[in-house]
């Protein structure tokens, strides 16, 4: 079993930060690419960032030069760092990571999503 935890979410007022953080554990063999995506009220779920294992990165156009993906291969940790956030960045956001649970087994797995409020 694999679990991914995000935590970091909150209302925050437009032009604000915030860090979101997800940590994967349980029986991890190895992961490959984690990432970020978000849903609104009333929307499909969008693609944000996505990190690969060689720390190549790769950005929704619409969160270009304002958001910065990065992960900690030793705690399994991936991080958003959300900045200038506006109100259109409202929703929740889920991790997901492609993870090796068993040599050869490789499956998606998706946190349970993480609420951000962008108003004054």
């Known amino acids: 079993q694999v679990q991914l935890v995000e935590s970091g979410g909150g209302l925050v007022q437009p032009g604000g930060s915030l860090r979101l953080s997800c940590a994967a554990s349980?029986?991890?063999?190895?992961?490959?690419?984690m990432g970020w995506y978000r849903q609104a009220p009333g929307k499909q779920r969008e693609f944000v960032a996505l990190?690969?294992?060689?720390?190549?990165?790769n950005y929704a156009d619409s969160v270009k030069g304002r958001f910065t993906i990065t992960r900690d291969n030793a705690k399994n940790t991936v991080y958003l760092q959300m900045n200038s956030l506006k109100p259109v960045d409202t929703a929740v956001y889920y991790c997901?990571?492609?993870?090796?649970?068993?040599?050869?087994?490789?499956?998606?797995?998706w946190g349970q999503g993480t609420q951000v409020t962008v108003s004054s």
């Open positions: 349980g029986s991890i063999f190895s992961i490959n690419h």
């Open positions: 990190i690969t294992s060689g720390d190549s990165t």
């Open positions: 997901n990571g492609f993870i090796r649970v068993l040599p050869g087994t490789w499956s998606d797995y």
